[in-house]
């Protein structure tokens, strides 16, 4: 993930694992107190949803997907884009080999936590393949992040749940490998340091190499984790953690296929084409560390203070296959290379202080949060270019080419590219006031202040904007377990993309709507929800082309959207689980014409699981997701490149050998369908049929 203090700092509020405590606080004095304080932290931990409050999915009225440690490991999904894919509403587009972008309702999401604290996702972008056995789930909260974030557009936000110590000592180990030579070891391991459980500790940790069906292509990465957490006195506990990933991809591409050919037809390859040459690459390094201290002030009152520090490093030499008017079908050519020597350094401190709690009014209770955040980091970007004489400018062999066909460049020195400063204060409250036994209405604010200073390619700025958003919802408990819910939150994003100028554009602003209703079935083991939602975004950024300096350039446009979501989750039976979901859109600009073509207007996605009833320990399921055709107007040519409508099944089945011992394996892919991974930039060609086997041991 690249560096922007603006889509992470001010995500330091809640959607997060927070520290909850025990429910029985009759007795808050003492040994009563010491010994169950922390222990119920790890056991009790509640998402804070799109409020900041301590509510249940049920009860918080937004959309909300959760993607479980359970569902990950069943279906193998062992990365992030991987694990994102099983979530209701939301679209991985990989537009390029290691980079993506995610989707809700449209639009781009920008908005990323850990545990509910912001982290940079500069432009929506990810890049490379961020490992996911260090989260216990990902909550995925749709629609405008107002008071959750204070800035945002209304696509949503992204909260990974970071693994925590056990009450127990608890391990895990497997080994696993599969199609495209993959090999992977994961560990995990948890244990109380003291009899009395007041310390533990957790380290997990991975480590994964694979080739690829895309030609050339190949992927290792190693991931580290380990959190401790305990009782400090009475009344206060410490959590301190730090994460570590370095990731090496090998002939990454840089700008994907060209997918239109000359004569307007669309351009048709194999699914290993690929634009990289045999020495580019693209290597990614993600540190972590962070501390959490909590204070019990009173029976219903707590004090939270997280420290979190967060560090992007990356080293890339890459070549961009650049089209002028497609490829000619029957020479190959028509392509002109472009070549990119970068490296990345960026660094975040962040830092959170809240007050949460429940108060009496009026002879009901009520809950209320208050906050101040601040955070600064900066990015700085150095690259080393190339003569415009070089031989690597000139037009490539005809395509598909080989990867040694390009010869690598002679190298200038290094060069100062850029240096982007960024701080954001704020400040941000919320309630929620029990009207009746029935009604419960939450209103909250956010304020914040945001600075950025620095110079791009050349181009100086310095800029700071201030904003007040409100928030506001109301749930009715219309039967027992039927919730009817409506949400506003206003809409503000400061932008990363400039204008033809090379001059930052201006925020981003609107206002979201969603009504719907929650409803809990079969004992309450199985939630639905139905969600109507709208929103009006002004000056959303949109790519327009490349200015004279050749830079990429984009304008502020009107978008309004609107659509229908529907979500079922949970347990059918004592041995079937299902999650099941469906979203419709519609997305119009200024004119009430369609607009961007290439978000899917209609997507689903299924994951079922289950146990075979007269043998427990055998388990399978099947996942998909599918979505309609999409299209986008290449942008050297007047032709349209569609994607037809396409789903993509996969299966696992797992055996229980013993109750310490099982073996798993997954297909990808089951129906080896061919389709583009995103037209949302560029894309590529998806994965074929591939498997994977593992043998796993808990102890």
């Known amino acids: ?218 992927n290792d990465r190693t991931f580290v984790y380990g959190v401790i957490d305990g009782q400090l006195g009475e009344r206060s506990t410490l959590t301190l953690g730090y994460s570590y990933q370095e990731a090496n991809t090998d002939q990454s591409m840089w700008g994907a296929l060209v997918l239109s050919y000359t004569d307007g037809t669309q351009a048709e390859f194999a699914r290993s084409a690929s634009t990289a040459v045999d020495w580019t690459f693209w290597d990614t390094r993600n540190t972590t560390a962070f501390a959490e201290y909590t204070f019990k002030l009173a029976e219903a009152w707590d004090f939270k203070l997280t420290y979190n520090y967060l560090k992007y490093e990356d080293t890339s030499k890459l070549f961009y296959a650049s089209p002028n008017a497609g490829i000619d079908r029957d020479t190959g050519l028509g392509l002109t290379g472009w070549p990119g020597y970068w490296f990345t350094d960026d660094q975040v401190n962040l830092l959170e202080a809240s007050l949460n709690g429940t108060f009496e009014l ?22 080393r270019e190339v003569d415009a004489d070089d031989p690597v400018w000139d037009p490539t062999p005809p395509f598909p080419y080989a990867a040694n066909s390009i010869a690598e460049p002679a190298w200038l020195p290094l060069s100062y590219y850029g240096t982007t400063n960024q701080t954001l204060k704020r400040a941000f409250g919320a309630t929620r006031l029990s009207v009746t036994d029935k009604l419960r209405a939450i209103v909250g604010f956010n304020y914040a202040e945001y600075h950025r200073d620095g110079d791009q390619t050349g181009v100086s700025f310095d800029q700071t904007e201030r904003e007040t958003s409100p928030y506001a919802g109301l749930t009715y408990q219309l039967l027992d377990r039927v919730m009817l819910y409506g949400s506003y939150s206003d809409i503000y994003q400061p932008q990363d993309q400039t204008d033809i100028n090379g001059q930052y554009l201006d925020p981003s602003k609107g206002l979201n709507y969603e009504v719907g209703v929650k409803a809990e079935w079969l004992d309450r083991r199985l939630l639905t929800t139905v969600a109507l939602f709208k929103a009006e975004q002004e000056n959303l950024s949109t790519y327009v082309g490349l200015n004279d300096a050749g830079q990429y350039y984009y304008e502020g446009v009107d978008v309004d959207s609107k659509g229908i979501e529907l979500e079922v989750v949970g347990r059918l039976g004592q041995n079937v689980d299902l999650v099941l979901g469906y979203t419709t859109l519609k997305l119009e600009g200024a004119d009430g014409q369609d607009i961007y073509e290439w978000v899917p207007r209609h997507t689903a996605n299924v994951a079922l699981s289950a146990r075979v009833p007269s043998f427990t320990a055998l388990s399978f399921g099947i996942s998909g997701r599918w979505q309609s055709e999409t299209s986008k107007r290449d942008e050297y040519t007047t032709f349209v490149v569609r994607q037809d409508s396409y789903a993509t099944l996969n299966a696992f089945a797992r055996w229980e050998v013993t109750p310490k011992l099982h073996v798993r394996a997954n297909v990808y892919n089951l129906s080896d369908e061919k389709y583009i991974t995103s037209l949302y930039q560029v894309g590529y060609y998806g994965a074929p049929r591939s498997y994977e086997v593992g043998l796993g041991y808990r102890f």
């Open 362 to 383: 009026f002879g009901r209770e009520h809950e209320a949060m208050v906050g101040v955040s601040y955070g600064d980091g900066d990015h700085k970007q150095h690259n």
């Open 1 to 218: 993930m690249n560096i922007s203090l603006k889509h992470a700092v001010a995500l330091a509020i809640a959607a997060a694992s927070g520290a909850a405590y025990a429910q029985d606080h009759s007795d808050i004095s003492g040994q009563t107190l010491e010994t169950v304080l922390i222990t119920a932290k790890r056991d009790d931990r509640v998402s804070k949803g799109a409020t900041g409050l301590d509510l249940d999915i049920a009860d918080t009225p937004q959309s909300i997907s959760v993607v479980t440690r359970e569902l990950m490991d069943n279906f193998g999904a062992d990365n992030i884009n991987d694990a994102l894919r099983l979530a209701t509403g939301l679209n991985v587009e990989e537009w390029e080999t290691n980079r993506t972008n995610y989707m809700a309702r449209g639009f781009e999401i920008k908005n990323t936590q850990v545990d509910g604290v912001g982290l940079p996702n500069d432009w929506g972008i990810v890049k490379g393949a961020m490992d996911s056995f260090g989260y216990e789930k990902a909550e995925i909260i749709r629609g405008a992040n107002g008071l959750l974030t204070g800035v945002g557009n209304s696509a949503g936000t992204i909260n990974y749940v970071r693994k925590r110590p056990t009450n127990v000592t608890q391990g895990s180990i497997e080994g696993s490998g599969g199609s495209f030579d993959q090999r992977r070891l994961e560990a995990d391991y948890s244990t109380p340091f003291t009899a009395d459980g007041k310390w533990a500790g957790r380290i997990a940790f991975a480590s994964e190499e694979q080739d690829s069906w895309v030609r050339g292509l190949s």
